[in-house]
């Protein structure tokens, strides 16, 4: 018998793989960049925003420093997959991962924006950071070069967090 959380995470994947290979044509109006352009269609483009703005919070809430906040994004049962780290599926993993980042690292972070798909009550946010961007990790500023993907599962009518991954790679938001 399978468990909730394969379930869920089969259901994510799906989702993910759907969203990003069978992508309809109203959302092909994004444009890469921090000022991309939202679908011409207005109810795609008024769910788009709605995803967008929690990716914009998190992105807020990073460069703030702020473990609870971040963690309110989430939905109970996300989870956060980062570069070389173990996945962080509960609550205090989670708690425990940022507030070890912001121990380290201050951000100045500003996504670009590849692409923001609704597929009913999921989303898919796919971010980079801009060539050039820094963070200030242990008093040096260090390159940071990340693309995240960011699924989102509408739960009792709010966005929330189901699985943030990311990868490190030098060419940004190409492709």
Known sequence: M???????RSSVIAAVLGAVLFQPLAHA???PGPNFTF?????VAAQQRSAFDVVHR???????????????????DGIAEWNDKPTFSTLQEKRDAYDALFQIAKFTT????????VHGDTA????YHHKGATVLEGGKEIVDLNR???VLRRIDGRWRISLYIFNTNPVQGEG
Do not use: H, K
């Open 58 to 76: 998190y992105e807020q809430l990073l460069n703030a420093g702020d473990t609870t906040g971040i963690l309110a994004l989430f939905a109970p």
């Open 124 to 127: 898919v946010v796919r971010t």
């Open 29 to 31: 109006a994004i444009e």
């Open 148 to 150: 995240e993907v960011f």
């Open 110 to 117: 500003m996504f670009g924006y590849a692409g923001i798909d």
């Open 2 to 8: 399978m468990s909730l959380t394969t379930i869920l």
């Open 39 to 43: 679908a011409t269609d207005p109810a």
